[in-house]
């Protein structure tokens, strides 16, 4: 090869490289987005936190991503705080309006990310669950997660408790290669860990 063309070649493969390197400095900020646009969107915890809802949700279980349920079920959950699954979970007036409202403001059907859309296209229009655990799409995804790895596992014992298996659930990531399920083990498909007798 003619050297003039084989270090042409060279000085542009060096300053693609530094350009593409340095492009969060000399790049329009408005084409840097689609990335973090994919980064919110994975990510199911809304841009608005509320720490109303913190306190008035997070003593019993994890602080449930609002978009995991539609609107209507927000609702009609909040309405039945005395009751709640057995347990007595009512507010003050004030509190459970400001936690009400916020809910409803980050509900599945006003935000946009992985989980909400597919989750809502699978709820029939006049269903109103009151468990994200009980929605059709939480069905489909947990499809091979069986009863004995939930409620016949001490160390499980409610599929409520989803930030037992997903250990990176507080953060907003339901990745399934983020999924440990306690006792089990995953060798192609999940199996019990049993104690192994050794001679
Ligand atoms: C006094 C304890 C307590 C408080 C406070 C509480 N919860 Fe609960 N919550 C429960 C129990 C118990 C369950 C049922 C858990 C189970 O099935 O293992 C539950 C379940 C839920 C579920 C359904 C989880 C599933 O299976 O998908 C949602 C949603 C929920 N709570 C929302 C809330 C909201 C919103 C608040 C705040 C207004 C709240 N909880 C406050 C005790 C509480
Ligand atoms: C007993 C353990 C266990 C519990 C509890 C559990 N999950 Fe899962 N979850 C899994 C497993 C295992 C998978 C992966 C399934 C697969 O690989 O097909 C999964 C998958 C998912 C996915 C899909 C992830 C992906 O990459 O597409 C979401 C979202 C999810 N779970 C949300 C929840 C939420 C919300 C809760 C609580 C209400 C919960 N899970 C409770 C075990 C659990």
């Known amino acids: 090869m003619n050297k003039v063309v084989f270090w042409a070649i060279m000085i542009g493969v060096v300053?693609?490289?530094?350009?593409?390197?340095?492009?969060s400095i000399w790049q329009d900020p408005a084409e840097q987005t689609w990335m973090k646009g994919m980064i919110k969107k994975i990510n199911i915890l809304p841009q608005e936190t509320s720490e109303a809802y913190a306190k008035a949700c997070a003593s019993c279980h994890m602080l449930y991503a609002p978009s995991m349920l539609p609107a209507r079920s927000w609702a009609k959950l909040m309405l039945?705080?005395?009751?709640?699954?057995g347990d007595n979970a009512e507010l003050a007036a004030p509190i459970r309006d400001?936690?009400?409202?916020?809910?409803?403001?980050?509900?599945?059907?006003?935000?946009?990310?992985?989980?909400?859309?597919?989750?809502?296209?699978?709820?029939?229009?006049?269903e109103t669950p009151?468990?994200?655990?009980e929605t059709k799409y939480f069905m489909l995804l947990h499809d091979i997660v069986k009863p004995e790895m939930i409620t016949g596992n001490p160390d499980v014992q409610s599929v409520a408790?989803?930030?037992?298996?997903h250990y990176e659930a507080l953060e907003?990531?339901?990745?399934?290669?983020?999924?440990?399920?306690?006792?089990?083990y995953k060798e192609g498909i999940w199996r019990k860990i049993v104690e192994v007798k050794q001679e």
């Open 15 to 23: 300053v693609f490289g530094v350009l593409a390197a340095t492009r």
């Open 80 to 85: 039945g705080l005395q009751d709640h699954f």
């Open 98 to 126: 400001e936690v009400s409202a916020y809910l409803q403001r980050n509900a599945a059907d006003k935000v946009e990310n992985i989980y909400a859309q597919p989750m809502l296209n699978l709820l029939a229009d006049d």
């Open 130 to 133: 009151l468990r994200i655990s």
């Open 161 to 165: 408790r989803c930030e037992v298996c």
């Open 172 to 184: 907003g990531r339901f990745n399934r290669f983020a999924v440990r399920i306690p006792n089990y």
